[in-house]
């Protein structure tokens, strides 16, 4: 099968256009329709959500936008449509994204002087949209930081207080582990759940936050555009051993991880097996819902005996996709985007379909939009939150570092500090190639 008929063949199987009569990219025939791709499970509530938030453009603005919402191999498809041209008008993707897209030619540079309301971004937001160029290649839209869910109703059973130190974070694991916190007589629950899988690089992205929090990196820059390999300091190793402690030495991580995503450890924290989860706010509302309320808490990420503060920062840019025929309408969606109404709508309120997590609007009023207390310890985790750095392709980075870090926790007889070692070889390999180094 040709590219052509491939991507056309991919694209027509896909059960995730929500709205829209004709688009500006793939299957256009009305070129005034601005597409929009997001990357979000077609019948999730985020889809509708972003539909709400392109119905409101479409009313405020009269263009027209079809909203197409992918999860699995939402890079892929990308890719496809750049080999046909037929990018579609925006896309709505990761912050960590942007070396990719932007090495490829796929983006618009923006001018944020030019582009209404980006004055009331956060500072931090608009270093999530410059490429290691020292350019804008998009407008911030959703920021998050990441946070500890833990099982209150387990913590108090076994007559612990929340985690202030890693120390008291791996006994309270420990206690989980051992002392039957569900109460139903058997020895089934775990301390950590983790997705310690090497899809899409999730080892590496949940080990960032602690990481982070112990004042360690990946990579640092080292002058403009230039990057030097980090794996090997010390503090970053300390990270990588504790966890592969609770791995391997206390064993208190749920069974499997090492193979898990996120997807799988979602519900390996919603069913009980697990107590503690270090992942980010997106997925509050659905535990509140499918745990209960009064049995969760959250709390930050204990500082490491050696830095921080520190945690991983994500979210979304809204990326002006280069090739569109609609450039000023690609502008005005940015704009109404970033707006406090825009922000406003992909916030959603306490409900369970938010697409903007924490807003990067600073004149938007996040405690009088969600009323969940918890909402503001992630916001004030972010404070202290670090992206990934602007180097032209992040993502073989965190893939390389997935692996080994996966490795580590996968056999108990590897030694962190050899391993971290041999991937700051292949990170400073990878940062030449990039001519980044």
Known sequence: MSRRLLGTAIIASLAVTLTGCGSGGSSSEDTNTLEIWIRQPADS?????????????????????????????????????????????????????????????????????????????????????????G???????????????????????????????WEDLAKLATAFTEKDPDGNGKKDTSGFVIPAGTKRGYASWYASSLIYANGGDFIKANGPGKFTATMNDPKTVEAVQYLQDQF?????????????????????????????????????????????????????????????????????NVYLMAGSENQEAQKKFAEFAISAEGQRIGMDKDNSGPIVRLPVNTQVDMAAERQDPRWK??????ENAVYAPPVPNWAPIRQDSADSINAVWADCSADVKAKMEELNTKLTQELQSQQAS
């Open 248 to 316: 391997c030495t206390t064993k208190t991580v749920n069974p499997g991880a090492v193979s898990n995503d996120t997807t799988v450890t979602h519900e390996v924290f919603e069913k009980g097996q697990g107590g503690i989860y270090l992942t980010g706010p997106y997925v509050l509302s659905r535990f509140v819902n499918g745990i209960g309320t009064d049995k969760l808490e959250v709390v930050p990420v204990p500082k490491g005996p050696s830095g921080g503060p520190g945690t991983l920062g994500e979210g979304e």
């Open 135 to 165: 350019k804008t290649y998009a407008a911030p839209f959703s920021a998050q930081a990441f946070a500890l869910f833990i099982r209150k109703d387990w913590r108090e059973k076994v007559g612990m207080e929340p985690p202030e130190t």
């Open 377 to 382: 310890v992630f916001q004030e985790a972010y």
């Open 45 to 133: 509530d985020a889809a509708k959500t972003a539909q709400k938030l392109a119905d409101a453009f479409t009313k405020a603005s009269g263009t027209p936008t079809k909203v197409v919402a992918i999860f699995d191999d939402f890079e892929t498809k990308l890719n496809q449509q750049a080999a046909q041209k037929q990018l579609p008008d925006i896309v709505i993707n990761d912050t960590a994204q942007i070396g990719t897209m932007q090495s490829q030619g796929w983006l618009q540079e923006v001018d944020k002087a030019s582009l209404a309301g980006g004055d009331q971004v956060s500072e931090l937001a608009w270093k999530a949209a410059t490429a290691s160029d």
